[in-house]
């Protein structure tokens, strides 16, 4: 039996992608979220339940962009040439934030808002051009003679700028959870207060991000609204209602896992009307993953790397979340 190497790369890449919007959306979360928050010492409990976890976090970024190149290369140039600015912004503000995020702690008092400054709007600035990102890959690029085609601002786009602010919105929600959580007293309260207004401004995000794409895109329309398509799909929509329902519910009422759960999952369910929406195209609009995908020889060589470092991942950042579990209160923390 042959095995679909390009499928499998697919999956390992997507896997990786999903991991890093679940891992690092929540953190880069708290970043967004501290403007909301005024006390100094509750801006250190913010941080101080991701210290243990953040930059292990973007271990999964690492692994989803290194597997692009190893299994996709065309795609791989075409998407870094045509998004470079954008994707420099975001590697501008990752590290920003992370310089800030080291350097507050050991701040005095008198450049310690400098530093709360520099982390939010690290926080600010890879979040949104990851959205924007996004928003142009969806777009889709202009590719001729196996390479881009199309202009320097080409990502510069209303629905990429949209999709930039979306993400901010999305984040803030994963942050709320995490957050409601890992927290207690005001600090918490505040949480429950900001969770609903942007759980209702996330969902009009997506509401408008469904329904900008398919009048722009007729492809993804057909996709979306033929038969027998529609039946298949109707559950995503479905799923989205109901699981913001029972978001709704639970900010106000659950200090437990269950509302960052939820949040997870309404972002899942947002990572999956697009893979059906851009299925199988990993160049949008037209350039499938077999026609982009490397020699299969390159392909088997990678895979066999690609799964025996997966599991270490996963262990390691299993383990490292169940010794630093629980909540965490003022004057305590990692550092």
Same mark, same amino acid.
């Given at each position: 039996m042959d095995i679909d190497l390009p499928l499998l790369w697919f999956l390992v890449i997507g896997f990786g992608l999903m991991m890093y919007v679940v891992m690092d959306g929540f953190d880069l979360g708290i970043g967004i979220l501290f403007p909301f928050v005024?006390?100094?010492?509750?801006?250190?409990?913010?941080?101080?339940?991701?210290?243990?976890?953040?930059?292990?976090?973007?271990?999964?970024?690492?692994?989803?962009?290194?597997?692009?190149?190893?299994?996709? &290369?065309?795609?791989?140039?075409?998407?870094l040439s045509a998004l470079y600015l954008p994707l420099m912004a975001m590697l501008a503000g990752l590290i920003?934030?992370?310089?800030?995020?080291?350097?507050?702690?050991?701040?005095?008092d008198a450049h310690k808002p400098f530093w709360d400054h520099a982390f939010a709007w690290g926080s600010y600035v890879a979040t949104f051009s990851q959205g924007v990102a996004l928003g142009a890959f969806i777009g889709g690029f202009e590719v001729k003679d196996g390479g881009y085609a199309g202009g320097v601002f080409d990502w510069l786009t209303p629905f990429s700028l949209f999709t930039g602010a979306a993400l901010v919105l999305a984040y803030?929600?994963?942050?709320?959870?995490?957050?409601?959580?890992?927290?207690?007293?005001?600090?918490?309260?505040?949480?429950?207060?900001?969770?609903? &207004?942007?759980?209702?401004?996330?969902?009009?995000?997506?509401?408008?991000?469904?329904?900008?794409? &398919?009048?722009?895109?007729?492809?993804?329309?057909e996709r979306w609204f033929s038969l027998p398509n529609l039946l298949f799909f109707l559950p995503v929509p479905l799923l989205v209602a109901l699981v913001a329902w029972r978001l709704l519910r639970a900010l106000p009422r659950s200090h437990s896992?269950?509302?960052?759960?939820?949040?997870?999952?309404?972002?899942?369910?947002?990572?999956?009307?697009?893979?059906?929406?851009?299925?199988?195209?990993?160049? &949008?609009?037209?350039?499938?993953?077999?026609?982009?995908?490397?020699?299969?020889?390159?392909?088997?060589?990678?895979?066999?790397?690609?799964?025996?470092i997966i599991p270490f991942i996963l262990g390691y950042t299993a383990w490292s979340y169940y010794v630093f579990r629980g909540k965490v209160k003022i004057g305590e923390g990692y550092h």
């Open positions: 005024r006390d100094r010492e509750e801006r250190d409990v913010m941080v101080n339940s991701v210290a243990p976890v953040w930059d292990g976090n973007e271990t999964w970024l690492v692994l989803g962009g290194a597997g692009l190149m190893a299994a996709f &290369p065309l795609a791989y140039a075409v998407v920003w934030r992370g310089v800030a995020f080291e350097f507050r702690f050991k701040a005095d803030a929600l994963l942050g709320i959870g995490w957050l409601v959580m890992k927290t207690e007293g005001a600090l918490l309260q505040r949480m429950r207060e900001l969770g609903r &207004p942007v759980t209702w401004a996330v969902l009009a995000a997506l509401a408008a991000v469904s329904l900008w794409t &398919p009048l722009a895109h007729p492809g993804i329309a896992a269950l509302p960052f759960l939820l949040s997870l999952a309404l972002l899942f369910l947002g990572y999956s009307g697009l893979l059906i929406s851009l299925w199988p195209n990993v160049i &949008p609009p037209g350039i499938s993953i077999w026609q982009a995908a490397a020699p299969p020889q390159s392909l088997g060589f990678a895979l066999v790397g690609a799964l025996a």
